[in-house]
């Protein structure tokens, strides 16, 4: 259960509220006036509170559960303990994430800027803007409504936020047009310079980096993530995409909507990432590639040419997965065998 100093809870909900926000059905002949307090794991549940069951690894806590709701899928809704409503939905984990969004939203902007905050007078700041301490915005920013600039965070010159967009601790943002409600979490890079030089012996000439970064609505860019600007064409991240933490994308890059990447991945230079592409953690991505639409790459994966859209591929190189795992047993195989006649 979450930790008051931390977290502020909001006001109870009956279960027909919880049931709409869910989109769950309420099972059995349960008071749908009834008052849930709070959200809690199964193990820690009591009657004032709501959980959840969306993987059978955990059907035991279920069964023991003191919870006063679970959301859970239609075949566990008579298993459910006495003193226990189920609130029957196909998406259980989904109807999930929008009750925890009830109980805790988002925290708003303040509105308020803290002194020393320095903002260029040349900078247009919304309506409603918290501004954090020794924050900077440069020259020609556009600072949406509502948005939230966290402490030390750098906007520079000419960069543009969309409403609600919050921008975490010491994250620094240049050559950028960021949409609405996105989430650049802290010490995030966007807008650097792209790894470009032209190689030579005699010594190594940089090429100026004359792309911006252009991300659309609804985007997360976890800590600590670098983010390139183009080199000529722009770094475009689709909407919806979701970002992990330790993440890096080169320059020229295009990763289409509902992206999920996964921490300690590298995606390099000028490849092209489909909608709804799913990374793993630590897979690397060659340059100039393309990655179709819902492929799925496993962790660890190591990408070196191109891959077709709905595939899912493991290793290094990356092959489709089920050759994968033939591969790996075939080794294994081979190596017992050796073993043995050894």
């Keep these: 259960m979450s930790d008051p100093r931390f977290f502020t809870c909001a006001a109870p909900a009956t279960l027909a509220e919880l049931a709409r926000i869910a989109n769950a059905t309420i099972s059995g002949d349960a008071d749908p006036s009834r008052m849930i307090d709070d959200v809690a794991p199964l193990r820690d549940a009591g009657p004032a509170h709501i959980s959840f069951l969306d993987n059978r690894k955990y059907i035991e806590a279920f069964r023991a559960t003191k919870a006063g709701a679970v959301l859970l899928l239609p075949e566990f809704a008579e298993q459910c303990p006495p003193g226990t409503v189920a609130l029957v939905t196909r998406k ?6 929008h009750v925890v ?10 509105g308020i800027r803290h002194p020393s905050a320095i903002v260029d007078p040349a900078a247009t700041i919304g309506s409603d803007v918290e501004i954090g301490a020794g924050a900077v915005i440069e020259a020609r920013a556009e600072i949406g409504n509502r948005c939230r600039i966290g402490p030390n965070a750098v906007i520079g ?9 919050e921008v975490g601790a010491n994250a620094t943002i240049n ?3 960021i949409g609405q409600r996105c989430r650049i979490y802290p010490g995030a890079c966007i807008g650097q310079e792209g ?12 090429i100026p980096q004359l792309g911006r970064v252009i991300i659309e609505d609804d985007v997360e860019v976890g800590a600590n993530t670098c983010v390139d600007r183009g080199a000529g064409p722009d770094t475009v991240i689709g909407r919806g995409t979701m970002i992990d933490n330790l993440v890096q994308i080169g320059h020229n890059v295009t990763i289409g909507r509902g992206c999920v990447i996964a921490a ?10 489909g909608d709804f592409v799913a990374f793993g953690g630590q897979v690397g991505i060659a340059g100039h590639l393309s990655i179709g639409a819902g492929a799925q790459l496993m962790g660890q994966s190591g990408v070196i040419s191109d891959i077709p859209a709905g595939v899912t591929v493991a290793g290094f190189p990356a092959t489709p997965s089920k050759e994968f795992y033939r591969q790996t047993a075939m ?6 065998e050796r073993k043995e006649r050894s």
């Excluded at 080794?331 to 017992?336: G, H, S």
Aim: hydrophobic share 40%.
């Design 92 to 97: 259980p984990y989904m109807s999930w994430a």
């Design 101 to 110: 969004r009830r109980f805790y939203p988002s925290r708003t902007s303040t």
């Design 157 to 165: 010159v000419g960069v543009v936020l969309g409403d609600d967009t």
């Design 175 to 177: 050559y950028a047009l």
């Design 195 to 206: 790894f470009g030089f032209a190689m030579d012996a005699a010594g190594h000439v940089p």
């Design 264 to 273: 300690q991945v590298g995606i390099s230079g000028s490849s092209r990432i």
């Design 331 to 336: 080794l294994r195989r081979l190596v017992r």
